[in-house]
């Protein structure tokens, strides 16, 4: 079993910044490729960046490319989301997700196996 916590999340005006943490504990997520998803008050959770085990591969939204930059430490057992540039429409409950088997489309969040609770993002114009 994995257990993620987020944190970081809180109250931003447009155009600032973000760090969101996802420190896992139970097992080692040196191997799982790490995404991370958000939702807004009602639409459905949609697929915001993901990283490999040996972060070499990188993937991101389109609506967030350029403005946020995922990674990892490994020795944390910790994966982060630094958010820029951060705009009204980013504002949403955003989740960690583990994947063990790294097999499917990295954009579903069916494919991934565990979950933190979410840390809640909100900007403000």
């Known amino acids: 079993q994995v257990q993620l916590v987020e944190s970081g999340g809180g109250l931003v005006q447009a155009g600032g910044s973000l760090r969101l943490s996802c420190a896992a504990s139970?097992?080692?997520?040196?191997?799982?490729?790490m995404g991370w998803f958000r939702q807004a008050p009602g639409k459905e959770r949609e697929f915001v960046a993901r990283i490999t085990g040996n972060g070499l591969s990188r993937l991101y939204a389109d609506s967030v490319k350029g403005r946020f930059t995922i990674s990892r430490d490994i020795a944390k057992n910790t994966v982060y989301l630094q958010m820029n540039s951060l705009k009204p429409e980013d504002t949403a409950v955003y989740h960690c997700?583990?994947?063990?088997?790294?097999?499917?489309?990295?954009?579903?969040?069916?494919?991934?196996?565990?979950w933190g609770q979410g840390t809640q993002v909100t900007v403000s114009s």
């Open positions: 997700a583990a994947d063990l088997r790294q097999v499917g489309d990295p954009v579903l969040s069916y494919i991934y196996d565990y």
């Open positions: 139970g097992r080692t997520i040196s191997t799982y490729s």
